[in-house]
């Protein structure tokens, strides 16, 4: 059950972030487009994340069968990559070769990773969106059974986290530290929920659906923090903020209730291009902006674009040699598992 542009909004989210990495990388513009905006298209995955996981599971009946496929979807969607990032990190660190991917200097930050627990850099987003899915579970399962406890509950999380300020914790295992950063994403997450659950049953009117959703486009460059800064003399409190939750979440509202299905500037085949090799280009763009680092320096507008097309070329080499392909077979195995019929004991 595609929605075609949420393919482009998932590109949009990852460019952001790409961009951002590139101006903080070489001051370009004093960091106009960097300064944390990167944040900003994590804000808009995690939305989409729970917007999803709504409209595709929630309202399918909620038993071994089904919570077996939306496990076997998820891992199949986020961990083989991660897991290939995450040791080829380790080994190339331990060989010598820090710098090419993410430091992981030693086998008890390893296991932070592997475990879930904690990822350094922007790694750090896939363990507390694996750790999310553990409380969809419990959320799919109270819409079962009480529905209206849901919203409750969610009202309840919202106000205890806004409460809290959006916290961090401090995780201490077995001597092995860690964040947990899950608690500051929950917002985004349970907004995408709520997102989903709405879009079952509610469309605009159409004299409101019209091009005005553009202007939402408009207002993702307005939060970031140096062009907010440059309008309203301070920098807002970005994953701590109220205002940045309801800024965002009102773009993702107008983009995914307001854009018609076959609006030109959403539902494109680059959106959709965009879209696919997103997970890809998110986890591996800063090893690329990594070896132009140098150049980039000393020409930032002229490497501009040889960073965003080197990042999107390997970003595809790393879906269709890997992504992809992973995928697809962590689908077929666990299919067939399902499918084999039991053996029948003798009499």
């Known amino acids: 059950m595609q929605i075609r542009k949420l393919n482009t909004l998932r590109g949009i989210a990852a460019l952001i972030v790409v961009v951002s990495h590139y101006f903080n990388e070489t001051n370009l513009l004093d960091e106009l487009l960097g300064f944390g905006a990167g944040q900003i298209g994590v804000m808009l995955f995690f939305i989409l994340s729970g917007f999803l996981m709504s409209h595709l599971y929630m309202n399918k009946e909620f038993d071994q069968i089904e919570v077996g496929k939306f496990i076997n979807a998820r891992v199949a969607r986020v961990i083989p990559l991660y897991f290939i990032v995450v040791f080829a990190s380790y080994f190339l660190y331990s060989a010598g070769a820090e710098g090419i991917l993410y430091n992981i200097p030693n086998q008890k930050i390893l296991i932070t ?14 363990p507390a969106e694996i750790q999310f899915y553990i409380i969809f579970i419990f959320l799919w399962w109270l819409l079962q059974k009480r529905s209206g406890y849901l919203y409750i509950l969610l009202a309840m999380a919202f106000l205890a986290i806004d409460f809290a300020d959006f916290p961090v914790l401090k995780g201490n295992i077995f001597g ?67 205002g940045v939750l309801f800024a965002v979440s009102l773009v993702f509202f107008f983009i995914v209730f307001f854009v018609p299905d076959k609006n030109i500037l959403m539902s494109n085949r680059i959106g959709d291009f965009l879209g696919k090799i997103s997970y890809s280009l998110y986890l591996l ?13 000393e020409s930032p507008w002229t490497f501009l674009a040889v960073f965003i097309i080197a990042s999107t070329g390997v970003a595809y080499l790393s879906y269709m040699l890997f992504e992809s392909p992973a995928r697809k077979t962590i689908r077929a195995l666990t299919s067939n598992n399902r499918l084999r019929p039991s053996k029948v004991p003798a009499d």
Do not use: C, N
């Open 285 to 297: 763009h800063l090893p690329v902006l990594s070896q132009l680092a140098e150049p980039a320096q």
């Open 176 to 242: 092995l530290h860690f964040p947990i950063y899950l608690i500051k994403s929950l917002p985004y997450f349970f907004v995408g929920v709520i997102f989903g659950q709405l879009y079952k049953f509610w469309r605009p009117p159409a004299y409101l659906s019209s091009g005005a959703f553009v202007l939402s486009l408009l207002l993702i460059p307005l939060l970031f923090p140096r062009i907010f800064f440059s309008i309203v003399g301070h920098y807002h409190k970005m994953w701590h903020d109220v």
């Open 113 to 126: 990773h592997i475990s879930l627990m904690a990822g350094t850099s922007i790694l750090w987003t896939i």
